[in-house]
């Protein structure tokens, strides 16, 4: 049964242009959100968090949003660059406590030039 | 300054056998979590090991074990290796067990026999 859902397996954009990556999760008791961007033959990279008190994080062409009463997160790359072209994982945790995150099975972008 | 270090990067191994896996946390980091990703999923959370004790702990059979020494780095055990263990095995750096952000390594590839 996975608790976090990304239900696109692999998105295509042209460079320049907007990348929305989706995440949906089953459990209302997740209060903490992130994303991670993997490239080939590395670990996972922290991009971006979330908490539940928020609707909308920013960090330079980097915007999550988040609506819980949907149970749906997405990460907005604006503008999209060909280094964007990764593997990116959604991640929730119940609370504040510990480091117990419940990972998404991934999404892979491609930025084209 | 070195990243996340993990050894061996690769490792085969029979059915039954017994592995343990290697990992250095980044300069500073005081926190260890091991996750298993299978092919096609997400990392799953194994545990997190804090001032060498395992602080938490997610949905694996006691199988699978772990240790951190003094100097922070970790190891994770397996006894009796089931072929579903197969998998890549990453462990993840933080400076404090509640940081969102950890810094990951490449992993260890594993496959059981």
């Known amino acids: 049964d996975q608790q976090v859902k990304q239900n696109s397996p692999s998105l295509s954009v042209q460079e320049g242009r907007i990348s929305i990556l989706n995440c949906d999760y089953t459990n209302s008791m997740f209060d903490y959100f992130l994303w991670y961007k993997k490239y080939p033959a590395e670990g996972p990279t922290f991009l971006i968090s979330?908490?539940?008190?928020?609707d909308k994080n920013e960090d330079g062409r980097f915007t999550v949003f988040l609506n819980k009463s949907a149970k749906h997160l997405s990460l907005h790359i604006v503008p999209s660059q060909p280094g964007d072209s990764a593997v990116y994982f959604c991640a929730a945790k119940l609370d504040n406590y510990g480091q117990n995150f419940v990972f998404g099975p991934g999404t892979r972008l491609s930025v084209l030039p | 300054d070195a990243g996340v270090t993990q050894s061996p990067t690769h490792l085969i191994k029979t059915r039954g056998q017994q592995v343990t896996l290697r990992c250095s946390p980044k300069?500073?980091?005081?926190?260890v979590s091991w996750y298993q990703q299978a092919l096609g999923q997400g990392p799953q959370f194994i545990f997190q090991?804090?001032?060498?004790?395992?602080?938490q702990r997610g949905n694996f059979p006691d199988r699978f074990s772990g240790h951190q020494f003094p100097n922070y780095s970790s190891e994770l055990n397996v006894n009796a290796l089931l072929l579903g263990d197969s998998a890549l095995y990453l462990c993840?750096?933080?400076?404090?067990?509640?940081?969102?952000?950890?810094?990951f390594g490449p992993g260890t590839r594993l496959t059981v026999l």
């Open positions: 993840a750096s933080s400076f404090g067990a509640d940081r969102d952000e950890q810094f």
């Open positions: 979330i908490s539940s008190i928020k």
């Open positions: 090991y804090y001032e060498e004790e395992e602080r």
């Open positions: 300069s500073g980091h005081d926190t």
